[in-house]
């Protein structure tokens, strides 16, 4: 992911543990790749969904979140999404996996992404459909006050508005044994929300004062303990995926 300045010296410690690519996740993105044989990845941390059968180069402000790449994983250039340091049409497909959030110009960012790529991957979410999954409307309201504050999460809107040449917009359904530890991955897992060491790999939970999460931890907590979060949710427990607003959009 690409923040301003390096607050992932903070936010991003142990997400190269908890922020593990989930299959199903990453065949979508694969799919959407096309038949690009050169891939540009922007706002690239610690390389979740860098396809292995394609020549990857990444881009990453962050010094804590290049230390955490694998070795295995593709070259890295520290440099933010806004001022990308490469040559106009330089890869056949550049891709932004749950990052444009962080950018300080989503707009500047989206320009360079389609300056120096001829097919774009943009992996997203929409706030109004998020603002109802029930870790943001039982328990971390403020989550979604954040968000609709936040230019940058009318995200969807915006890739639409300044990628051009018609992109498409894909749900991407969310399984309930995810294996990426972002905000939506454990929704059928309600008891990991309490594990402050997976919380710390969310990134929207962790920018939240802190005290106030805990107080809804403790709520939660508390409503799992008597039953009231099961009669609440009972509907979910059946499911095998749900649509929390994740979307993919691609040129």
Known sequence: MSTPGDAYAVLGRGYAARRRPDPRIAALIGD??????????VGAGTGSYEPADRAVLAVEPSAMMIRQRPAEAAPVVQASAEALPLGSGSFDAGMAILTVHHWTDLRAGLRELRR??????ILTWDPEVTARFWLVEDYLPELAVRERDLAALN??????AHLGAAPSVLPVPIPADCTDGFAGAYWRRPHAYLDADIRAAMSPVMLLDQSYVRNAMHRLSGDLGT????????????RGELDLGYRLVVT
């Open 155 to 160: 995200a969807v809107r915006d890739c639409l």
């Open 32 to 41: 959407s790749l096309g038949p690009a044989r050169t891939v540009l990845n």
């Open 116 to 121: 120096v790529s001829r097919r774009q991957v």
């Open 227 to 238: 039953g009231a979060w099961h009669k609440r949710n009972a509907g979910l427990l059946a």
